[in-house]
């Protein structure tokens, strides 16, 4: 089995839906079977069904769907984080993984010492922690907090330093989730760099990630996973465009049904909408564009900001909009209503792009949907020249004039 690194064959995962029963003392079970000795069938749902395939020593292989397509639980299932219902996932081989922010950290030890408890867990020696400890503080930038249990760390510290471990650690396989989309852009660029490098030392490397330029950059092939099941698979290249022209969708995206959303719930995105001006139609580069978000909250929601992240297909980041930003703070708003923000040049150059909605109330994450809604950019004529740059050249057009000087 020398030329398998990771083999999938027939795998199932089955989640029962609703939350567990609190803790109930004899008696109260008793007295509900009497009060309903029929009870409902409780309903599932298969995050995975009958996924197959096989990964090779040294193959860098990407897997990229929707939110909720499965992509997380394959990789937890990969590493024995939980089992599953049906099928099989065998492994040859060291491995590491990171697959939450700092997912294998015990809380009440410090970076140092957990540091040499996630290479214990991989098997290797202390002296081969030893010659690595150096090189994993330098790159997760954490040494003044070295001695500081692991719990007083902040996300970002943390995400740093899982990363650093995963890494650096060396493990014959390394399972990613998403760990490129947390932390600054700084730090993202230099996962992306690390990445690279351990593409390069022939370790085994399945990548989970929405970032499709990254996807591309470093995996050789890829997944795509719809609804727990593989639609495809095979180059890179050919993965990606197939998932594309899933995810594109109009310039009106109904959001009361999305099940993937986190916060709590005060303010809901209930649709979003991209139009050219407030006359409807095609965004246009360098014409008007109004992006309207309609929302429904459970009361008269205050102290209200609202981010906008429109990114490329490739997952790349392209527009950030927020209102408290431009200093047009939301004080009140009514329970139901639409926030709508108006560019009077839209600066994206042509193309297809995803849009991020992500919204706090008093600085508390209200609602937050990643992959919202997709949109279209026409042509435009942004220069009045009838001209723009080559596609590939850049993301945004700018305003600029030209002078000769002697």
Known sequence: MNDIAIRVDGLGKRYQIGQREPYVALRDVLMEAVRRPRRAVPQTIWALK???FEIKPGEVAGIIGRNGAGKSTLLKILARVTKPTEGAADIWGRVGSLLEVGTGFHPELTGRENI?????????????????FDEIVAFAETEQFLDTPVKHYSSGMRVRLAFAVAAHLEPEILLVDE????????????????????????????????????IQNLCASAYL???????????????????????RGSERTSLVDRPDRRGDGRLRFVEFSATAGDDGGTVMCGQP?????????????????????????????????????VGQPFTELPAEGAMVCRLDRMPLLPGNYSV???????GVIADWVIDAARFDIGGGDFFGTGKLPPHGYGLVAADHRWDVVS
Request: glycine share 8%; charged share 20%.
């Open 289 to 325: 564009a109004t992006l309207t978000v309609r929302y429904r909250g459970a009361t008269r929601p205050r102290n209200v900001a609202l981010h906008i992240c429109v990114f490329t297909a490739l997952g790349e980041g392209a527009l950030y909009l927020d209102n408290e930003m």
């Open 116 to 132: 040499y408890l996630n290479g214990a867990i991989l098997g290797m020696r202390r002296a081969e922690i030893d010659r690595k």
């Open 225 to 247: 996973l719809e609804q727990g099941r593989i639609a495809t698979s095979g180059k890179t290249e050919h993965v990606v465009e197939q998932y594309l022209r899933t995810v």
């Open 356 to 362: 991020n909605l992500f919204c706090t109330i008093n």
């Open 179 to 214: 760990v490129l989309a947390v932390g600054d852009a700084a730090f993202q660029k230099k996962c992306i760099g690390k990445m690279g490098d351990v593409t390069k030392s022939g370790r085994t490397i399945l990548f989970v990630s929405h970032n499709m330029a990254a």
């Open 50 to 52: 009958d996924v197959s």
